[in-house]
């Protein structure tokens, strides 16, 4: 397989920064729904974003909300535990 024909599988890093979002999310004192309302996307949106079943990829953008809304550095949501 040369170069042009690699894939990339990010499916574990999304599911890591669900439980990121999830955790900090909790640690907030905040419910899923709260959170969604806060930064403007619906409930199921956020239950998909953390659901670590769905694998649903989100926006620079809305990551920065994310960890803005939770008062976190966006590198905490995306430190990984190995």
């Known amino acids: 397989m040369d170069k042009k024909e690699k894939r990339f599988d990010n499916t574990d890093k999304y599911i890591e920064l669900g439980y990121n979002i999830a955790y900090y999310r909790k640690h907030a004192g905040l419910t ?29 953008d809305l990551l920065f909300n994310i960890a803005t809304v ?3 550095q966006p590198a905490q949501l995306l430190t990984f535990r190995e």
Do not use: C, F, T
């Open 70 to 72: 939770l008062d976190v």
């Open 32 to 60: 899923q729904e709260k959170l969604a309302e806060m930064l403007g996307i619906s409930r199921q949106h956020m239950g998909a974003v953390e659901a670590p079943n769905i694998i649903r990829p989100i926006s620079l």
